[in-house]
Structure formats: structure tokens, C-alpha cells
């Protein structure tokens, strides 16, 4: 009964240090999503040169993609004409971070980690970027034609700037519709129910490990490996790399980790390899980019997280890092950073907006997916918001198909269009990484 006492409320702890930030991390996602959306992205990937190398992980360190979100939108990227270099840029710095995690690395393991992970992020994407680049000579993957290339150009011009032809010869059966809801609700959306929805589910997993490894370890048992150097990297490296966790959910299993002995440099490649890399993520990305690809990627996450790791042990005092975390919890779990009502008030509005964001998603999937008169299909693999987007982008991006929605929680793709071939559809769907079921 004791240990349950300690359990529930080291876990509620936690939950309450990091929901201000967390919330307020979300907030600056919904802003980002809105005011800079995807479509402005692409046209700075395309090119098999440093800038584009560049750009990518730029681009990536402030978008709120776990592993899994970001291999669709890293593919798509490719498929519309980005290098390889850029892609691997991409994916290796996204999921590393985000406007989110960094808020919460600094709620729970102070200024030195929160600005630690987006420069590893940023290192490692433009290193993997430049690697691929000049290990893989494959030019860029050429940008596919357009499904109105087959007009004449004043009317390419007028549907593409529009988006409202009627006409079937545009290549579209319908106008595609437009959100028209004010930017800030969008915002909210986005950032309380899809990216949320997203995230919650590793969240809860790191909430709940944290509070477990916190009450069960004792405080000085990873104190006993100290001076293990690179091996004691290597074990957690290994743990790590195979598993998955979001940026966002590594934070209080790491926070844990350091308050229990574990060295900053070995806490670091935790927070980097745990969401950088899983199994699913490279089986798509091998099976999309190809094997070399692919050992590019997980050669620069493994071999930055080591290099990374080892000069934060070497260059760094490990009793300063950890005096930036325990002037956040303090003694007996004090915190003077922020007052304790507005904690609390943080906490429960989070906690509230777990499954209020669940069941708001799966009651208007559903009636959207009533609504529509189609033709569904199966699609197996989608896990997050991000999933369902990549789908519906690069479905609606075939002649024929005016207007796709996708629900990952029933793994339903309704199509409308007309002439277009569920042939093409499958080897979109299949090309992106997901599974078509006929």
C-alpha cells in the first residue's frame, strides 16, 4: 500500500511540473501547423546540395512529428521531388525534438537540456543529409506530373489557383473543400485534439514508467555504474534504438534516469535515440529509400548519439546539469518556478484533454465518414494525425479523386472522384508505407 501511495503521487508529480509547459508547447505547435503550413515547405527540399541538406533539419526541429508521423510526411516530401539528402535530414532531426518537447525539456530537466536536443537535431540531420549526399549519387526523385498537366495553361492556372473547378476535365470530380474556420480555432484543433491525440498515448507510457522507475530504483543505483564511460552509453544506446517513445514522453523517463545516477551524456542519447528510431520506421524507410538509405539514417543516429553523449560527459559538468534539474524539483518536489494553483489547474486541464480529444475525433471521424458518399477502402498502419494527411494528400493528389478522408482508428479511407484507378490508389497507398486492403 505504501509503494502505491509513493507511486500515485510521484505520478502526479510529474504530470503537474510538466503540464504548464506542455500546454503551452502545444499551444506554439497549433500556431506553427496554422501559419506555417506544409505546402510552404517543399519547395526547399528539392536540390542534392548542403542548402537543401540544411534547410530540412531547420525545418524539422520546430514540427511536432514522432517517428512515426514523420516517416509519411518525409516520404511524401520525397515522392513530390525532395533529394534523398534532404529526406534523411528530415527524418533524422524531427523526430529528435519539437516546439513542444522543448518547452516540457525545460519544465523537467532545466536550460542546458532544452538546448542541447535541438542543436544534436540539427547536427545530426545536416551530417546525415550530407552523408547520404555523397554516398548515395541517386539524383532527386522527379516531381510527378500534375493531375491538370493535361490542360491548357490559362486553365492549369485558374484550377490551380482556385481549386474550385466543377468541371470534370480539370482532372478533379468536385471542388475541394476548404477549412474555413478562423486560424485560431484551427490552431486549437490541431494542437488539443490531432497533435494530442498523437502524442498522449507514449506520454501516458513515459508518465507511467517514470513514476514506477522512480519508486522502485533506488536513488543511488545507477550511481554504482558511474565511470562506465562509453559502455555504460552503448547499454542504453541498444535499449533505445530498437524501442519507440516520443519526443515529448522520453522527457520524464530521462528526468527520472539523471535524478537516479545516470550520467547527462547517457540520459542524452536516450532522449535522442528513443524517438529518433523504432523498428516499423525503418522497415518503411528502407523498403521506400532504399538499404543504403537507410544505413545512412541509422548510422548518423547511432554514431551522433555516442559522439554526442560521450562530449556531453567530457565537455560539460555533470554536477551542473544536474544542479539546472534540481533547482527545478528542488527538495521534497518543490518547484518555485511557477505557482503550484496554476500547476494543478495546467494538470487537470491536460489530463481533461486526453480523453475529451479522443472521443470529439472518433465522434466527428465518424459522422464524416457517414456523411460521405464514396467508396472505402482499407488501409492498415496509420497511427497518428499525420498518417491520415499523408494519405489524404496523396490520394487527392491523383486525377480523378476530388476529395479523401482517413480515420486511423478504424483504418477507413473513403474516396470520392470518378475516373481514376483503384490500381493507382493502391500503389500511393503502399508507396507512402501504409498497407492497401482491397
Partial sequence: MEYIEKYIAELWYLVREMAPWLLLGLIFAGLLKVYFPQ???DRFLGKQNFKSALNA??????????????????????KDGASKG???????STPQTGVDS????YSMLGWPFALLRPIVAFVTGVVGGILTNWLIKDGPKPKPASPFSNLKPDVQKKVQGTETCEDESCGRHAPKKNDTRHSLVRAADYAFVELLQDIAKWLIIGFLLAALISVLIPNDFFARFQGWGILEILIILAASVPIY??????IPVAAVLLMKGVSPGAALVFLMAGPATNIATMTVLGKTMGKK???????????????FGLLTNWLIPADFILSKIQHIHGDGHGHEMLPKWFQMLSAILLIAAVPGGYFFEKFRKRNGMKKMEGISVTVEGMTCSHCEASV???LEG???????????NTNSVKIIGSGYKMEKVRKTIEEIGYKFVE
Fill in 398 to 408: 491523383i486525377k480523378g479523386v476530388s476529395e479523401v478522408m482517413a480515420d486511423k
Fill in 293 to 307: 538509405s537507410l544505413a545512412v539514417y541509422l548510422a548518423t543516429i547511432i554514431g551522433g548519439a555516442i559522439i
Fill in 245 to 250: 517513445i516520443c519526443a515529448t514522453g522520453s
Fill in 86 to 92: 534532404a529526406t534523411n535530414s528530415f527524418l533524422i
Fill in 102 to 105: 522543448i518547452f516540457a525539456t
Fill in 392 to 394: 489524404k494528400r496523396n
Fill in 39 to 41: 505546402k510552404h515547405i
Fill in 57 to 78: 533539419a531547420l525545418l524539422g526541429i520546430p514540427m511536432p512529428l514522432c517517428s512515426c508521423g514523420v516517416i509519411p510526411t518525409g516520404i511524401s516530401f520525397y
